[in-house]
């Protein structure tokens, strides 16, 4: 059955006052906000490779387990201005609604062993060493749900659908480890689609990642890109702000549909007033459309 549905909510909390409601409107965050706000460190910082960018943090919740676990994916264009920080907050907060999360660093486009392929294949190893983390710590591999943010978003969907992967592809993993769904939010689900667009919020990152153009590297785009490996064969929910310039819902109409045609469970949550950076701060309301899709697809 494919699902395709539309959430909306208010963005001001209840208690705030007029002046407040106008300014939370208007005001969108920005990186650095969200990097400041509060978050628990992480109780193992795991390596996968032997780069220093190649690790996962990993949060447990309180109780004995085994606990399901969100794979979580920052954006930052693949580039230079996020990091693990900037998804620690939302790592933290979805570990007190009672889920395991492991918070996936990987080698950008501006480092070394980053770009093409070693970007993707970072993201995708750092997904699959939960097998190895699972040998000591309390979790559960058949509950597992990746999540993004902007390039993030990307990433995750792509790690769900790994399967999808020609075998030909430098990016080609074989045996990834399964995932019960995916939650993109803002993500970049047609990097073809994005690649002129992205040039003014990215600048030439998203290019860099891949080494070059569509056009130049149409096998690149066509393995990594979630729009041109459809199905994934998983259920999605993708989630945007209204307010989001960076990474719009109106570039991506086109693959929720196709995505449905396809076959998959697509979910829509649009969220009036929402700024790119905003989903990701665990205070906003439109968190609770993020808490409410993972727990969806958990169950």
């Not at 933290?92 to 294949?121: C, I, M, Q, S």
Request: aromatic fraction near 8%; charge should be neutral; proline fraction near 9%.
């Amino acid at each position: 059955m494919v699902i395709v549905s539309t959430v909306k909510i208010l963005r001001a909390p209840l208690w705030f006052g007029l002046g407040a409601v106008l300014l939370a409107q208007t005001r969108h965050l920005s990186p650095g906000d969200i990097v400041k706000l509060p978050s628990q460190p992480p109780i193992a910082k795991i390596s996968y490779g032997n780069a220093p960018q190649q690790f996962a943090e990993l949060r447990l919740p309180a109780g004995k387990g085994p606990f399901p676990v969100i794979v979580l994916l920052h954006g930052g264009c693949y580039g230079d201005y996020a990091d693990v920080e900037y998804t620690a907050p939302m790592a933290t907060a979805l570990t007190k609604e009672g889920w395991a999360t492991w918070n996936v660093e990987y080698r950008r486009e501006h480092e070394p062993g980053g770009g093409w392929p070693g970007t993707f294949l970072d993201a995708g190893h750092g997904a699959d060493a939960l097998r190895q983390a699972a040998a000591k710590y309390p979790l559960d591999l058949g509950r597992v749900v990746a999540m993004g943010h902007s390039a993030g978003g990307q990433l995750a969907l792509w790690i769900a659908g790994r399967k999808r992967t020609p075998r030909s592809s430098e990016v080609f993993m074989p045996d990834p480890l399964a995932i019960r769904g995916a939650v993109s939010i803002a993500g970049i689900v047609d990097m073809r689609a994005f690649a002129e667009y992205g040039r003014q919020p990215c600048g030439e990152r998203h290019i860099r990642v891949m080494g070059g153009t569509p056009d130049r590297y149409p096998a690149r785009y066509a393995a990594v890109s979630p729009a041109e490996i459809l199905p994934l064969g998983v259920p999605q929910v993708l989630i945007w702000g209204a307010d989001d310039t960076v990474v719009p819902e109106m570039l991506f109409r086109d693959y929720e549909k196709k995505a449905a045609a396809a076959g998959d469970r697509v979910e829509v949550v649009a969220l009036p007033g929402e700024g790119h950076h905003d989903l990701c701060d665990p205070g906003n309301p439109g968190w609770k459309s993020i808490v409410a899709a993972v727990r969806k697809l958990l169950n």
